[in-house]
C-alpha cells in the first residue's frame, strides 16, 4: 500500500538558515508524483513543490528545492534562507494512481525558525 | 484565475444534530473535487471524491455522506453528528487527468462537536 513517512514531529531552525525536511515513501507504481505543503497555523493548505518520478532532475521553486532520491524512496525538502514567516507544518504527499488525483499524506512536520 | 471557497469557517455543534458544510470552486470546469479531514497533530485523511456531477466515491465508511448537485459545488453532510466528527475538513479542487496538477484547498472549517 502507499505510504508516506515524516519521521520528524518538530525542526528548529534559526532565520537565514537552511533546513531539510525530511520524507520517504512507499510505492510499487513506477509512475508516481511527490507534494509539499505547507500549513500556517491558520489552516489553509498552501502547494509548494512538485517532483514526478521520471523527473531526470530535482525539482526547485524559489527558496524550496526538492532531494530526490529514488533509490531511496526519499523526497526531502529543503528550504533555504529560512524566514521567520516559514514557521509552519510540513507536509509529503504522493499521488496515488487511481485514475484521479487522490494524494495520500505524511503526519507532518512543524518547523519552528527563530530570529 | 481560479479560487475556492469553503464556509463556515468555523462551527460548533451538539450530537446529534445535522451538519452541511459547502465548498465552490470558480474560473475552471469539470475539476476534481475532494473532502479531506484533518484530526488533530494528524495528516489528512481523504474522505470523498468526486469526478463529475452526482458521481461521489467514497474513501472510509463513517457518519458522513457527499453529495455535487452542480459542477463547481461540493457538499458535506450529516444527519446525526457524533463526537468523533469533531476536526478540521477541507475542501480541495485539481485539474482533470493532470498527474503534475496539485490539489488546491480552500480555508477549512473548524468544526467541534460538543
Redesign the interface.
Known amino acids: 500500500a502507499q505510504k ?1 513517512t515524516q519521521t520528524q514531529p518538530g525542526m528548529f531552525v534559526q532565520e537565514k538558515e537552511a533546513v531539510t525536511l525530511d520524507c520517504t515513501y512507499d510505492t510499487s507504481d513506477q ?1 508516481y ?1 511527490l ?1 509539499w ?1 505547507k500549513q500556517p497555523s ?4 498552501i ?1 509548494l513543490i ?1 517532483q ?1 518520478s521520471y523527473d531526470e532532475q530535482n525539482a526547485t521553486e524559489g527558496r524550496y528545492s526538492l532531494n530526490f532520491q529514488k533509490a531511496r524512496k526519499s523526497a526531502n525538502l529543503v528550504i533555504s534562507a529560512s524566514q521567520l514567516g516559514d514557521s509552519a507544518m510540513y ?1 509529503c ?1 504522493m ?1 496515488v494512481n487511481t485514475g ?9 512536520t512543524r518547523l519552528l525558525v527563530s530570529p | 484565475s481560479q479560487t475556492i471557497h469553503q464556509w463556515p469557517a468555523t462551527l460548533v455543534q451538539p450530537v446529534g444534530s445535522p451538519l452541511s458544510l459547502e465548498c465552490t470552486v470558480e474560473g475552471t470546469s469539470n475539476p476534481n473535487l475532494y473532502w479531506y479531514r484533518q484530526a488533530a497533530g494528524r495528516g489528512l485523511q481523504l474522505l470523498f471524491y468526486s469526478v463529475g456531477i452526482g458521481q461521489i466515491s467514497s474513501e472510509v465508511p463513517q457518519n458522513l455522506s457527499a453529495s455535487r448537485p452542480q459542477d463547481r459545488q461540493f457538499i458535506l453532510s450529516s444527519k446525526k453528528l457524533l463526537l468523533s466528527d469533531s476536526g478540521f475538513y477541507l475542501c480541495a479542487w485539481s485539474d482533470r487527468g493532470q498527474g503534475r496538477s496539485p490539489l488546491h484547498f480552500g480555508n477549512g472549517t473548524r468544526l467541534t462537536v460538543t
Do not use: N
Request: a positive charge.
Open positions: 508516506i509512475s508524483g507534494f505543503y491558520s489552516g489553509e493548505m502547494f512538485y514526478g507536509f504527499a499521488r484521479f488525483q487522490k494524494l495520500v499524506f505524511g503526519t507532518g
